[in-house]
């Protein structure tokens, strides 16, 4: 298998013919290009979705511990429903510091009560063969009402498609928080990459823009970027889209970060880039930015292909966010006279 989550190849060869049981209460079972499994509890109804506990230490530890819980209730939120318990299984290496898996926890507990979460169980231990930055796994579970939920199978031809944020946020804003003192950018430039970091989370706008009864699917552009969040999006509901590229927004320090790295910011991971299709986007796109988060209507969901400018939009096969990382990672372990 190639780094990051299977292709849609091995999800239709491996994981589709292997779901256990039947059962008439799975809304939605795994579904390629969507991010959460629902429940039918009669008029209530449970989302639910699992990622890995993903600690970049890298980061800092307070920043690190942020990032890696909202990887763990993002997938979750995009369902429209608030993430409401956690479960969380901590495999943490034999040598892992107690004072810094001890702050680790107090950030999960302060966004947990900042969101309503309730961390309700799970383990933790320490083993033999475990690392940072992986160190487990998180289910987040949304119970609420089904009138509520936003599956992101619903995106029919006509409705509009809204992105929140644009392309590259989560590579650029891990990329200038960790690297940025030696990035030969201008200082102002740099701040505002870092910033982005804390854009990396999808909760915020997943939440405002189902609040508004519009929106027919959402997808959070993660691995692979915003383009592939375009074809998982067109891929969950069977539909296409046809996408205007100057539409889109792009936020600051961005494209500068993209450009000095030579990579392409439209294939760069981007956790916190919501793509959404919408029966009225301009009420999405008005209650988004009554919560300060930018966000444009880029086009219109259509009967088939992901299109941008007219022209095929290719399915990304890889994402350069980690090579691009790790090459920086290289260069420090070499240090300036390498």
């Known amino acids: ?47 639910l979705a699992s990622d890995p506990l993903f600690v970049l230490g890298d980061l800092g530890v307070r920043d690190a511990a ?26 943490l290496p ?30 933790t231990g320490a083993y033999e063969g475990c690392s940072f930055p ?26 509009r498609v809204v992105v929140t944020k644009g392309p590259a946020i989560e590579t650029v804003g891990i990329i200038a928080s960790v690297f940025g003192d030696r990035l030969s950018l201008p200082g102002k430039t740099v701040d505002a990459a870092r910033e982005r970091l804390r854009d990396a989370s999808p909760v915020r706008d997943a939440l405002a823009a189902a609040a508004t009864g519009e929106v027919t699917a959402m997808h ?14 067109a891929a ?28 392409d910011p439209w294939t760069s991971s981007s956790s916190g880039t919501v793509v959404l299709a919408a029966r009225d986007s301009a009420a999405v796109v008005d209650a988004l930015a009554a919560e300060g988060i930018p966000a444009a209507d880029v086009g219109r969901v259509t009967d088939s292909g992901v299109r941008v400018d007219g022209s095929p939009l290719p399915e990304p096969e890889s994402d350069p966010f980690w090579p691009a990382y790790a090459a920086l990672r290289d260069e420090d372990r070499r240090g300036p006279n390498a």
């Open 134 to 159: 992986t160190v487990g796994g998180a289910t987040a579970l949304a119970f609420g009402d089904r009138d509520d939920l936003v599956l992101p199978t619903g995106a029919t031809p006509g409705d």
């Open 94 to 123: 034999l040598d892992a510091d107690s004072a810094f898996v001890g702050e680790i926890f107090s950030v999960f507990d302060a966004e947990a009560r900042d969101l309503g979460t309730s961390i309700v169980t799970g383990h």
């Open 1 to 47: 298998m190639n780094h990051g989550k299977a292709s849609r190849e091995f999800f239709d060869r491996h994981v589709a013919p292997n779901l256990g049981a039947e059962r008439d209460d799975v809304l939605l079972g795994p579904t390629h290009g969507a991010d959460f499994g629902a429940v039918d509890l009669g008029d209530r109804v449970l989302a």
């Open 236 to 263: 969950a509901s069977g539909v296409g889209l046809e996408i205007d590229r100057e539409a889109v927004p792009t936020s600051p320090g961005v494209r500068e970060v993209c450009e000095h790295l030579a990579i």
């Open 220 to 233: 959070d552009a993660t691995e692979r970027g915003l383009a592939n969040g375009l074809h998982e999006l």
């Open 66 to 91: 942020w990032f890696a819980f909202h990887i763990a209730v993002s997938d979750v939120a995009l369902s429209g429903l608030p993430p409401t318990h956690l479960a969380l299984d901590w495999n």
